[in-house]
């Protein structure tokens, strides 16, 4: 995924507080490449949590939302020392950060990792339940989806949305309800950023050790090769009984 394809925020926050209300300021560097021309940088000033007055690096001056902050973005508009110092924040402040950025964080990725597991489900209509938990990715976007013998799955599907483990890392759970069929094949597959491509992850029900299923399957080749054999002697029979002819004994 080209991280230029998104949009992101850096934020800075400085607070006051007095006799119970609260005055904070923040710089914000909105961007979606490490382009100039891409990037805004924001200050705003709120006062009790209303924003008071803003200024804009696309606007190139202050704009007021209060009676007082429309006096003081006039007041500031009037000063070219404080709007070319603010004009400045874009390059200096902005591009600086968002360099890092890209250098260490934006432009990485983690793959995931997988672990499908069975849960009782709760009542309703299927006997059973999967689970594929997807956990440790970066970045946050990603894709979860369920296969039966390679089909997508649709209904029955319970996906949450991406969880923060709180270390930059992400999770995210995907549940499937369904009433098992003989021999099938069900599949969580994963797209990711860091994937070169989807990982795909069957499920193996643990409670039949290999070599029964081993056993199981060969019995049922077995089984399935006997009724074609059964099945071609009978029309072979058939076809030999009609070229017979039938002559009367006296």
Not at 44 to 62: C, H, P, T, V
Not at 114 to 124: D, E, F, K
Not at 230 to 247: E, H, M, N, P, Q
């Amino acid at each position: 995924m080209d991280p230029s394809a998104l949009g992101w925020l850096l934020v800075i926050i400085t607070i006051n507080s007095a006799g119970g209300f609260i005055s904070y300021g923040t710089d914000r560097c909105v961007f979606n490449s490490t382009e100039l021309n891409d990037i805004e940088f924001i200050r705003s000033d709120f006062y009790n949590k209303l924003e008071i007055f803003r200024f804009s690096s696309s606007l190139g001056r202050f704009v007021g939302y209060t009676e007082y902050g429309v006096k003081q973005a006039e007041y500031r508009n009037n000063n070219p020392s404080i709007i070319a110092q603010m004009k400045a924040q874009k390059e200096t402040y902005c591009l600086h950060n968002i360099d890092i950025w890209y250098q260490t964080k934006l432009t990485k990725s983690v793959a995931p990792t997988i672990r499908l597991y069975s849960r009782t489900p709760p009542a309703g209509h299927h006997p059973s339940m999967l689970v594929c938990r997807v956990y440790d990715f970066y970045p946050k976007t990603i894709k979860v989806r369920w296969l039966r013998d390679g089909q997508e799955v649709t209904s029955d599907v319970t996906t949450t949305d991406e969880m923060e483990d709180g270390d930059w890392y992400y999770q995210v759970h995907s549940t499937l309800e369904y009433t098992p069929r003989s021999g099938e094949r069900i599949s969580c597959r994963v797209e990711h950023a860091s994937l070169k491509e989807p990982l795909v992850t069957d499920w193996a029900d643990p409670s039949m050790p290999d070599s029964e299923r081993n056993k199981l399957a060969i019995g049922a080749s077995g089984l399935i090769l006997g009724l074609i054999l059964s099945l071609a002697g009978f029309i072979y029979y058939k076809r030999k009984a009609r070229g017979r002819i039938l002559v009367p004994t006296s």
